[in-house]
């Protein structure tokens, strides 16, 4: 009797018992949409790119992402020539938290440090240009869908501020990868 209640015991402990955490390298790809978000930039859209290297921690529903994320974002070329051309480097940390197994719903946020460069009206912006260096930061969503093992592809939209004397502001909307290691 006593062997039926001990074997009992260890299988319910198996069987109720929370999954193991797993971690894993992720290695990302973005391609944005770029929306200025302040008059000095002008309406016309934008396109960025960015590559994110990051070690998922993998617990039963949920995933947590510390990242390192390098993007680049050309705002359009203004249609009037008394405006500045705008481009802009940043290097960023962050944290992504998601909920679920197949699709994922994301809040993401990183700080780090970004590099713009205005161009004068006609130039572009690596020639008659100036630039500026500062805090950037960014917060917002992503719905990822996690149907193949080694791949998770996206969509996520994102505020994003670059806080130089002139603040530089944005809405980004784009699509994105992630490969699993």
């Known amino acids: 009797m006593r062997s039926w209640y001990r074997a009992a ?23 944005e949409a770029i929306f200025p978000g302040g008059d000095e930039l002008g309406n016309d859209t934008g396109v960025g790119y960015a590559g994110r290297l990051g070690y998922a921690i993998d617990g039963p529903m949920i995933e947590i992402v510390p990242e390192l994320r390098i993007g680049y974002v050309n705002f359009a070329e203004p249609a009037d020539k008394t405006r500045l051309d705008v481009g802009l480097w940043r290097y960023t940390a962050g944290l992504r938290l998601g909920v679920g197994e197949i699709l994922r719903p994301t809040v993401f946020a990183h700080i780090g440090y970004g590099d713009v460069v205005f161009g004068g009206p006609g130039g572009t912006i690596f020639e008659e240009g100036f630039g500026d260096s500062a805090f950037t930061w960014d917060a917002g969503l992503a719905f990822d869908l996690a149907i193949l093992p080694l791949i998770d592809v996206g969509v996520h939209g994102a505020y994003n501020r670059l806080e130089t004397s002139t603040a530089v502001d944005w809405w980004s909307a784009g699509v994105h990868a992630v490969l699993d290691f």
């Open 9 to 31: 015991l260890v299988a319910a402990a198996l069987v109720f018992s929370p999954a193991v955490a797993a971690a894993q390298l992720q290695l990302g790809a973005e391609l």
